[in-house]
């Protein structure tokens, strides 16, 4: 027998071995199709959790953040641009806490330095410290990105300047609008970062109203979600504040 030629029970053969093959591969491809069909099952039956998410998409957002929290680093420092880069057109996203019924004039930002004691301070309390502008593409996680440019006072020389060195040793820091409607938590390395401002200023004029006047967050290492417009009241604590869009589902880190 000549070795390229097949004698009839050998192609018999090879029928079987590619008829037994191709079972095995149609076996393998329903168990796997059953395997991805129970994991999601049981992903999309899962009761919702912490903000409105399944407890297994939420863990691996936990996760996310514990690396991220890892990796970053208080030096890290968001790409800032020329001021003639920044947009004549800013933006504005998302009015809660930033209703109508406010009157600026009788605005005043509340330092909670513990329970119970509570630092009252005017915008020109604020004004009378070192100025530092940033000029920075601002992200929010609906999409949409632009580069705006900020002045304000540091919240670490804020900080500083009123003798908080115990409040910055702590793990975060809470942010409430003058109303409680909206309110952010940031953990105190973000904070601390030297490119985070309490914001009075936007293109070198004052904050305009609905852009939070008379004083915002503007934290470039975070989302859009973190930089609270017409901030009333700041806490420190060890535990995370409470976070308006962490309770909507999103990431509470939202670190870029
Ligand atoms: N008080 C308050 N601050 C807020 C919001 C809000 O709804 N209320 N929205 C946040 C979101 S989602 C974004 S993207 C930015 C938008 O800031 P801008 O309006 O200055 O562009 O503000 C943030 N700060
Ligand atoms: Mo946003």
């Known amino acids: 027998m000549r070795k390229n030629s097949f004698s009839s029970r050998e192609v018999q053969m090879e029928g079987k071995d590619i008829r037994r093959k191709k079972l095995v591969s149609f076996a393998v491809f329903i168990a796997l199709l059953s395997v991805g069909y129970f994991a999601w099952y049981k992903l999309y039956n899962q009761p919702q959790g912490e903000g409105k998410i399944q407890p297994a998409l939420r863990s691996v ?16 420092k968001a790409k800032s641009y020329s001021k ?31 329970t119970g004691d509570t630092l009252t ?10 100025k530092t502008e940033v000029v920075f593409d601002f992200k929010c996680v609906e999409g ?5 440019y900020w002045g304000g006072v540091r919240v670490s020389d804020f900080l500083r300047k009123y003798n908080l060195a115990p409040q910055m040793a702590m793990g975060y ?38 852009q939070g006047a008379p004083l915002r967050l503007i934290i470039p290492v975070k989302y859009g979600i973190k930089h609270l417009k017409r901030i009333g009241t700041i806490f420190f604590s060890n535990t995370k504040p409470r ?14």
């Open 61 to 76: 957002l936990v996760t996310n953040e514990r690396l991220f929290s890892k990796f970053y680093s208080a030096n890290r």
């Open 84 to 114: 003639s880069d920044a947009t004549a057109n800013v933006r504005v996203n998302g009015n809660v806490g930033v209703g109508d019924n406010f009157d600026p004039a009788a605005w005043h930002l509340k330092v909670a330095r513990k």
């Open 121 to 130: 301070l005017s915008l020109d309390d604020l004004k009378a410290l070192p």
């Open 144 to 148: 949409w990105n632009q580069v705006t």
């Open 173 to 210: 820091v809470g942010m409430v609008t003058p109303d409680s409607a909206y309110y952010v938590g940031v953990d105190m390395p973000s904070m601390l970062q030297p490119q985070t401002l309490l914001c009075y200023e936007m293109n070198g004029k004052p904050l305009p109203k609905n």
């Open 243 to 256: 976070d308006y869009w962490a309770e909507l589902g999103y990431d509470y880190y939202a670190g870029l």
